[in-house]
């Protein structure tokens, strides 16, 4: 995909909004540092939620022909959020394969409990199970604590096999009918794009042209009229030409690598190249949810790399091969996806709770201290009877350094990274650093490139030590209050060190304005204000 702001980047960068991250060069003007992406590290403790109850362990749910069932209780994006009015974590997930959806609580976001909902005595059920034969697929749940209507604190999108319905809610338990959504596939899902005010629906589709499962896009100002718009008439058609509200978005391109674990998987009769053609589809792009974090979109990919055909995943029973991947944007719509590396993928290890069919959740990440908590879903394949593609469904966390995804390293010799020219109102330039064993200094240039006394790295304190926050400053100067409105540019010198983020605060506390994902623990919502002002 062509990324415009990165092709034709503006000529001065405003940066009031977040932390600063380095994930791509939209800041950069020069720099003789490496970028190195990072990855966060399972939970020890996963799955964090797995199947215990009779409605998760499939006595309600539909049953293999031989009676085998299909224990479930993990995300098919559904969502998660931090509400911080009841100072808790939220997670709903799906209860028994296709059964119903579920709530579970946590005060510290790695110990989950089960509540009774007013739905059904003794359940923790917030959506029943749907009647007649159909039943849910995947449901995506959003947490909006911008919007006025009370009534509307959450949005959920829920697909039943033929249609998908919107539902609004006050607390996430309670649910009421929203409407039908136009026609989309199975694991349409919602979020909010606060940099452009904008509900966006992810529609899951099929294109021909872009290897099968992709995702078109629908955004508008209001969630209940984001739900409704003309689709394009035919899925070859552009945009352009149809004059519809629907846009052609994403999808895999030849940089996805299938799974080449899958052709030692190809039944006896191999030699068929129709059959051989099955295990060797180019991957899909399974699902795309997507959150405002700092001063970016963060998107999680998830990446069908095996088989295609959900016959032949049943054929061999065996869990899907979806791994994770990371994107990024500064517009919400043109996605940057420099590391094709899984950001979290699937162990391929039978028996394994995630030996596949990785699924990301609606929410995409939570601010908890100096970490980004990542809430994803993972399937055994293995149920009470024996193998079972969708069988074995449960939740685990992964946790990664706050704006670690990306970081600009130096070894011992040193070196610098020049911004390119950037305005802010702010007066405190703060850092996400480690340099344990090196050092981090900064010093501010004008338009022309001349360093700004006292803004100089001589006078720079040098900062030394690993931190996700910490405020640089100089000798004989309070603050940068005297740059602001200006245009600047920052050059960081270091050594032996990854520098993860820089920003410029109001606030002495560091407070960044920017986004927090589906929020945390010591915020009142979803930007990082001063605290006077929470």
Known sequence: MPVPYLEHRPDVVPIDVGRQLLVDDFLIEKTDLHRQFHYPERYAGNPILQPETPTELGQFAEKEADGNTKPTAAMISDGFCYDAKGATFKLWYQAGWRDGTNIVSSRDGLH????????EKGNNRVIPKLPGKASRHGTGIAFDPFTTDSTQRYKMLLYDESKTHAFVSPDGI???PAGEVTECGDNATAFYNPFRQKWVISIRVSHSVRNGRARDYREASDFLQA????PLPDKAATQAASGSEEYEWAGTDPLD????????????NSSDPKIRSLYGDPPQLY??????????MIGMFGILRGPTSGKVWEQLKCAKRNDLNIAYSRDGFHWDRPDRTPFLACTRKEGDWENGYLHSGVGVLCVVGDKLFFYYSGWSGVGPKGPSTYAGGATGVAMLRRDGFASMDADEKGGTLTTRPLTFTGKHLFVNVAASQGELKAEALDEQGNV?????AENCLPC?????????????????????GQKVRFRFTLRNGQLYAFWVSADASGASNGYLGAGGPGFDGLIDLPRAAH
């Open 112 to 119: 989950w409990t089960r509540p009774e909902t007013p739905l």
């Open 174 to 176: 309670q649910w009421n």
């Open 227 to 230: 739900i409704h718009w003309t």
């Open 257 to 268: 690598l299938p799974d080449p674990a899958m052709l030692a998987l190809i039944p006896g």
């Open 287 to 296: 699902n795309l949810d997507a959150v405002a974090y700092e001063s970016v």
């Open 452 to 456: 700004i006394a006292p803004f100089t």
């Open 464 to 484: 030394i030590g690993d931190t996700t926050r910490r405020e640089i400053t100089w000798k004989g100067a309070d603050d940068l209050s005297r740059l602001a």
